[in-house]
C-alpha cells in the first residue's frame, strides 16, 4: 500500500511527479482550506508532510494526524515547525541545508547592487520618458563596507562574493563569535549597522530572531546606508523600517521576503526607495532539483528504516 504524503507548500507538478513516482500518494493541499479538508477526510492515514519553514506545521495540525510519522522541510528553515510537539510523539524531522545557499547569495549580490544603482528606479522613469531626471549619481558598490547579521552557510556565501568579487570589506554579528572565520567579528546588530554601508539580514527566523532589526538598528544604518533582506520577514520590524524609509533615515531597503507575506502592507509598496522581490532568492532549476531530491531520498531513508539525511535535532 503507498504512504500518504500531505504537501501543504505550492510545488511544481513535475516534483509531484517524482514523489508520486517514488510510490507516495500525494495530497496536494497549499491552501489552508485544502489542508481543512484532507484533514477531514484522510487525517487519519497521513504518514508523512512536506511543508517549509514559512508555512510549518503548529501543534494542533500534528495532532489532527496521528499517524504522521515524518515532516519534511523544503529548504533550510523549520522556523513554524512544532518541533517540540513533533518530538513529543517521535516524531522525525527533517530540512534541507545547504540545497538552495548558492542561489540565494546570488540574488542576495542582485538586490544589494539593484538598490545600491537604483535599477529598478532608473529603469522606470526611463519608461516614463523621464530620462534626464532619472541620471541621479548613486553610489557605488566596490570598496564599500559589507555587514553579514547571521553568518551561516548563506551569510558565509554573501561574503565571499562581497569581497572576492568587488573589494568589499566585510564583518558579521552572529550569537557568537566564529573561530574559523576569516570576517571581523562585531558585538551586537546595532555595532554592526553603525559599521555598515550594506546590512545583509541572513539569520533564521523564528522567535529568536523576531525584530532584531528594529528602529535602533536602523538609525544606526544611517540615511546612506542599505538593509537587505534574504532571511525571513519577521527578523526585521515592518513599522519601523516603514517609518525609515519615509523620513530617509536610511538610504534604501532590498527585500526578498516581508513580514506577513505574500500581503505586502501598502505603505512598504508605495515608498520609492524600497525593492521587493516575492521571496524567490532560493527558487532556482538548480537549487529546486536540489532540495526536491534531498526530500525523496529523506523521505526514502526513513521508510526503508535507514537514518535520515538531514534530520532537524
Known amino acids: 500500500m503507498s504512504i500518504l504524503l500531505l504537501v501543504t507548500i505550492e510545488l511544481a507538478s513535475e516534483h509531484l ?6 510510490g507516495f500518494e500525494i495530497h496536494y493541499a497549499p491552501t489552508a482550506s485544502d489542508r481543512v479538508k484532507v484533514v477531514e477526510h484522510d ?15 503548529n501543534a494542533s ?9 515524518i515532516i519534511c522541510a523544503l529548504g533550510a528553515g523549520y522556523e513554524n515547525i512544532d518541533v517540540s510537539a513533533a518530538k513529543a510523539r517521535n516524531i522525525t524531522i527533517t ?22 544603482r537604483g535599477i529598478v528606479q532608473s529603469d522606470a522613469a526611463a ?20 555587514g553579514i547579521l547571521g553568518l551561516g552557510n548563506i551569510g558565509e556565501q554573501i561574503a565571499r562574493r562581497g569581497s572576492a568579487g568587488f573589494g568589499m570589506s566585510v564583518a558579521y554579528h552572529s550569537r557568537t563569535p566564529r573561530a574559523d572565520s576569516a570576517w571581523h567579528y562585531l558585538p551586537s546588530p546595532v555595532t554592526l549597522a553603525q559599521w555598515a554601508d550594506f546590512l545583509v539580514v541572513a539569520t533564521p527566523g523564528g522567535a529568536m530572531t523576531r525584530h532584531l532589526v528594529d528602529d535602533t538598528v536602523l538609525n544606526a544604518l544611517g ?18 523600517l516603514i517609518d ?18 505574500p500581503n505586502v502592507p501598502a505603505e512598504l ?14 527558487r532556482s532549476p538548480e537549487a529546486a532539483e536540489a532540495t526536491i531530491k534531498l526530500v525523496l531520498d529523506n523521505l526514502q531513508a526513513y521508510f526503508t528504516g535507514q537514518p535520515v539525511l538531514t534530520p532537524v535535532r
Open 223 to 240: 540615511p546612506e546606508g542599505f538593509l537587505i533582506n534574504i532571511a525571513r520577514g519577521s527578523v526585521v520590524d515592518t513599522a519601523a
Open 43 to 57: 487525517g487519519e492515514r497521513i504518514r508523512a508532510v512536506l511543508t517549509n519553514g514559512s508555512t510549518g506545521l
Open 17 to 22: 511527479s517524482r514523489l508520486a513516482a517514488a
Open 244 to 261: 525609515a524609509l519615509k523620513k530617509g533615515r536610511i538610504g534604501g531597503a532590498a527585500l526578498d521576503v516581508v513580514e506577513g507575506e
Open 95 to 116: 530540512h534541507g541545508p545547504g540545497t538552495n545557499d548558492t542561489s540565494v547569495a546570488d540574488h542576495a549580490m542582485a538586490l544589494l547592487m539593484t538598490i545600491a
Open 127 to 146: 519608461r516614463r520618458g523621464e530620462w534626464a531626471a532619472s541620471r541621479q549619481l548613486r553610489p557605488m558598490v566596490s570598496g564599500k563596507r559589507l
Open 269 to 282: 509598496s508605495a515608498q520609492e526607495n524600497v525593492i521587493i522581490t516575492p521571496h524567490i532568492a532560493g
Open 61 to 69: 495540525a500534528i495532532t489532527a494526524l496521528p499517524k504522521l510519522d
